[in-house]
């Protein structure tokens, strides 16, 4: 008797622990409460009317527009979106209203793809974190050269920081995934190929998406405004994609002020000033982040930083790993270009496209923050040298020395066309001036792009870095002996970083849901969270003053450590400033190309 006690407490004990374990393992999959998970109401509110389709017969696209993708959104003047689909993956019946009845067409080609494989693309154009109006009327030729190539285009709006704040854009980027999977027995695509692309806020917006996918941090947001996590049989959706496309990534935020400082700010900025003195700081913050971070080159040896007898930390297998990128980029543009040769930094490698939507979505951002971009005080750098952008070089020697001017950093052997760069710091002050002053995002007047996006509503802005934070409270007395300086600063920081969202989320854990890394490297606990991408292609004009090079850099190589390397393209584009940078060619052809060699 006491045997078949024992066995039935065994028995009792392993059944607790396996229910426990089920319990556990299956957190991302269980449903919630809430129109979210009721396929009825969802198919009530959400379902696409087949039967209203519109037809661009020159350009042979099927599109809507209007396509309120949530059941409750806040302003579906941006919480909806456009779907514009290659004609022959249709079978089209026109109605007496001009409207077509579409069916799936199973046995047409376009490019590389049928209805049933075809890639979805979708837009991410959002400079400065600013909201993205949904399309409210339709030019085909914006979105013709991705329909022609056998691609759904996918054009939703989004909030942003001028009407919303984080983690609200990416929530509702990810309810336009699920409405489309959502409605994906009876609309054409793979839906599992989701492929994001942006630039500036909408290229970190971009890496996010495919960083972040499924990561319950955004299930209360998108229960929120009322976001499709079921489909139309009751098994849960996903919102992780397949593919992100970053240019000029604004991104990293917790850590972007200090990287800004240590690849930049040390080099050129005043030291008799506060800032100046933060900026310091800043840098050896940096340097200590990247110690911890465990980041690993492509050759699988571990990134460190070490003090240096000049400079802030810039020894090491990190500095010089910089080094190297630096100096590929040069060598890349020297065999690319054919002299002469006339700089343009700041040229546009082709535009953003957006599906032609009218408003404010039809041309390529800018990636600067409308009217509160925090411009530099004038006081709060060193003058430098640059080359002139409007000079033509006629031979590669020509420009190398105009690069180098009174400071040789640049050895070039002609009979080879390569390069080597002998100074990050000179690069700096030659190619890659700071333009933002300290701090370049979580400003401390509260007045960039970024802190906007971390307010608790449209109108409010927040601090956001909590080890600039740290750094006012523990050096105050430091700080204090210069008349820059303003003992409230410590005061604001704190009280910002305390906050709470209407949904009961710190800041931090805000940072945390807009920063790609948390969700990549072991370092972070969102490491092993989330769906990522399989496919990244990551684009940087080398001399954009915007963020700094590293955060750039830092991206490519986590998701190259996650993704693989046979699955991601890198490239830092010399000559090149905040754009869609681009080694040759135009952006929207090789975005194209990478998708189809991603692909096929």
């Known amino acids: 008797m006491k045997n078949i006690h024992k066995i039935l407490i065994i028995i009792l004990i392993i059944l607790i622990v396996v229910g426990g374990f089920l319990a556990f393992g299956s957190n991302s999959t269980q449903k919630g409460d809430g129109i979210s998970y009721n396929e009825s109401a969802l198919c009530e509110k959400l379902s696409i009317d087949m039967n209203n389709w ?65 890639p979805i693309v979708m837009p ?34 989004c909030r942003g920081r001028d009407n919303a704040e984080a983690p609200d854009g990416v929530t509702d980027l990810k309810a336009a995934v699920t409405y489309y999977r959502f409605n994906g027995d009876v609309l054409p695509g793979d839906t599992e190929k989701v492929f994001t ?16 996918g499924n990561s ?15 489909d139309k049989d009751g098994n849960i959706l996903s919102n992780a994609i397949e593919g992100a496309m970053c240019w000029c990534p604004i991104t990293n935020l917790d850590t972007a002020d200090e990287a800004y400082e240590w ?47 000049s400079g802030i930390y810039t020894s090491g297998s990190y500095y010089d790993y910089m080094m190297e990128v630096t100096e590929e980029s040069l060598n890349n543009f020297l065999s690319d270009t054919t002299f002469p040769y006339t700089p343009s930094s700041g040229g546009d490698m082709g535009a953003m496209p957006s599906g032609d939507a009218p408003n404010n979505s039809g041309s390529m951002p800018s990636g600067e923050a409308p009217g509160d971009s925090g411009s530099m005080p004038t006081d709060d750098v060193q003058s430098s040298e640059s080359s002139d952008s409007s000079q033509t070089y006629q031979t590669a020697q020509e420009y190398i020395d105009s690069l180098n001017g009174n400071d040789t950093w640049i050895e070039y052997d002609s009979s080879t066309n390569t390069a080597k760069i002998t100074s990050l710091e000179s690069f700096v002050k030659h190619c890659k001036n700071p333009s933002k002053s300290v701090a370049a995002f979580d400003d401390l007047n509260r007045t960039q792009a970024e802190n906007g996006l971390f307010g608790l509503d449209a109108n409010s802005s927040s601090h956001f870095d909590q080890i ?4 006012l409270n523990n050096n105050s007395d430091e700080y204090s002996k210069y008349s820059d300086y303003s003992s409230n600063y410590a005061t604001e920081y704190n009280s910002d970083l305390a906050q709470t969202d209407s949904l009961n989320n710190t800041i931090k854990t805000r940072v945390d849901m807009y920063n790609p890394m948390f969700y990549l490297c072991d370092y972070y606990d969102g490491a092993e969270s989330s769906d990522v991408a399989k496919y990244w292609r990551i684009n940087t004009g080398i001399e954009q003053g915007d963020t700094s090079q590293c955060v750039d850099v830092n991206l490519y190589l986590a998701v190259n450590q996650k993704a693989g390397s046979d699955n991601v ?19 929207t052809s090789n975005f194209i190309n990478w998708v189809n060699n991603c692909l096929n």
């Not at 409750?72 to 979106?81: G, R």
């Open 216 to 230: 319950e941090l955004y299930n209360i947001y998108l229960e929120d405004i009322g976001a499709a996590m079921v």
């Open 263 to 309: 690849n930049m700010g040390q080099y050129l900025r005043e030291n008799s000033t506060f800032t100046g003195a933060l900026s310091d700081d800043l840098a050896t913050e940096y340097a200590t982040y990247i110690n911890e971070l465990g980041l690993k080159d492509p050759n699988g040896n571990t990134l460190k930083l070490e003090q240096s007898d």
């Open 569 to 587: 393209e890198f490239s830092t584009v010399w000559g090149q400033g905040h754009t869609q940078a681009e080694r040759t060619g135009d952006s």
């Open 468 to 471: 600039l934070c740290d750094l």
């Open 124 to 157: 991410v154009n959002t400079p400065g974190y600013s909201s993205c109006a949904a399309p409210t009327s339709f030019n085909g030729n914006g979105v013709k050269d991705y329909t022609d190539a056998g691609f759904i285009y996918l054009d939703a709006g």
């Open 54 to 118: 519109n037809y661009d017969e020159t350009n042979d696209i099927y599109y809507q527009i209007g396509l309120v993708y949530c059941t409750s959104p806040e302003d579906t003047n941006y919480e909806s979106c456009g779907i514009y689909i290659p004609g022959k993956y249709f079978n089209g019946e026109k109605n007496s209203n001009g409207t077509y009845t579409c069916t799936i067409n199973d046995t047409s080609n376009v490019g590389n793809y049928t209805a049933g494989s075809a």
């Open 197 to 212: 692309f942006g630039h500036s806020g909408g290229g970190a917006q971009s890496a996010i998406m495919g960083a972040s």
